[in-house]
Structures are given as structure tokens and as C-alpha cells.
């Protein structure tokens, strides 16, 4: 009854460095997104997946790239990081419907000095 | 621009109160999520929405889709309610509001 695992669940790096946050569900959901938040504003959307093999630009997505491996997996990299990108990470997923619930990953938190 | 507004930002509460959170939109939507953030920081969803009302133990979720407004209510509050409750609307992809900060005291 795992859900949404996201990982790692902190990290800090310096200004260039490059790393990867993984996730993955197990609820067969189609929908993947990798939001962050940052004090004072809501969650924003920088990719998200509508389906396997598929993915598209969110709100914010310039510094990052992302996977979708599989159905299961999907995958946020920084290439070179900067200190704007100091929030927290959160991956979610949910079924192919509108109206299907969000289920969201633990989140990692993330500095980069 | 705002297109979720979030009605208290901060609310604190003595145990047992009725509390209400609102949500306001200005965008069409085919549906809306309540969310809760704990303490911890995981982000657990309550309620999704398109009309009337739901009910789930002593949270109670109601939308009007004509106000484009929503309102999340709290019967007898509690401590352990003491969280972040999040509105976001579904016009394509989600849209979140920044949350209200809400402190239950016993």
C-alpha cells in the first residue's frame, strides 16, 4: 500500500551540481506532475505526464527535465542546479479522469547553496 | 495574477469551534480539490468536487459552481485538524491556492 514514493527525502547541493529525483506509484494512474512550493505561493506545476512515453511543460518549468521511464516511474533532474531552485519537491499522480483524486509523494526538500 | 484565492490565510481556533475556509476562482472549472498539508509536510487529499456538497466524517466540502466559490467547514474542531488546507481548481491543469494555516488550540 505504498502509493506515491518519492525520494530522496532531502538534499543539499552546491550551485551546478546535477541530481535526479525519482518517483514512482503504484496504482496503475496514468498521470504523473512534479510541482514545487515555496513560502508565501501555492504548489506550481513544472512537468507533468498524461500518460506513458508523454510529457509537457508545466508552469515552471525552465531548469528542469523530466522522464516518465514507465507507467510507474517519473523521474525530475536538474542539470546544473541554482539557488533558486531551493523549495520543495513534491510528486503526485492520479487517474486519467478529471475527476480523479490527487495522491501525492512525501516530498523532498531541497538546498542549493 | 490570483486566479485561487484562499479565505482566511491564517486561522486559529479553540478546540471545538466550527470553522470555515473559503475558496474563491476566477477561471471555469470542471472540478476542485480540497487538499490538507500536516505539520510533516505531506499533502493529503480530502475532497474533489464538481458540484453540491460531500461530507467525510466532520469535514464538509461545498461548492457553488455559479459564485465560483467553495467552502470547506470543520464541525468541532480539533487539534489534530491543525494543518494547511489547500483549494485547487481544474480548468486543464491544477491550480492551487496558497493555503490557509489553521491552528486548533485545546
Excluded at chain 1, 68 to 84: G, H, V, Y
Aim: with cysteine.
Amino acid at each position: 500500500n505504498a502509493g506515491v514514493t518519492q525520494t530522496p527525502k532531502f538534499q543539499v547541493l552546491k550551485t551546478g551540481q546535477s541530481m535526479t529525483l525519482q518517483c514512482a506509484q503504484d496504482m496503475n494512474h496514468n498521470s504523473m506532475y512534479w510541482y514545487r512550493q515555496d513560502p508565501g505561493m501555492g504548489l506550481r506545476l513544472i512537468y507533468y505526464s498524461a500518460s506513458e512515453g508523454t510529457t509537457d511543460k508545466g508552469e515552471v518549468p525552465n531548469g528542469y527535465n523530466v522522464s516518465r521511464l514507465n507507467k510507474r516511474e517519473f523521474s525530475l533532474r536538474l542539470e546544473s542546479a541554482a539557488p533558486s531552485q531551493t523549495s520543495v519537491y513534491f510528486c503526485a499522480s492520479s487517474g486519467s479522469s478529471y475527476n480523479s483524486p490527487l495522491h501525492f509523494g512525501n516530498g523532498t526538500r531541497l538546498t542549493v547553496t | 495574477k490570483n486566479e485561487v484565492e484562499q479565505s482566511p490565510q491564517n486561522l486559529t481556533a479553540q478546540e471545538g469551534e466550527f470553522i470555515t475556509i473559503n475558496c474563491s476562482y476566477s477561471v471555469g472549472i470542471s472540478a476542485l480539490h480540497w487538499l490538507q498539508q500536516h505539520p510533516g509536510g505531506g499533502i493529503v487529499s480530502l475532497f474533489m468536487l464538481s458540484s453540491g456538497k460531500k461530507k467525510h466524517g466532520r469535514l464538509i466540502a461545498t461548492i457553488n459552481i455559479q459564485e465560483k466559490h467553495s467552502s470547506l467547514h470543520i464541525t468541532a474542531s480539533h487539534p489534530r485538524d491543525s494543518a494547511v488546507y489547500i483549494c485547487a481548481v481544474i480548468p486543464g491543469n491544477l491550480i492551487f491556492g496558497k493555503g490557509t494555516k489553521l491552528s486548533v488550540k485545546p
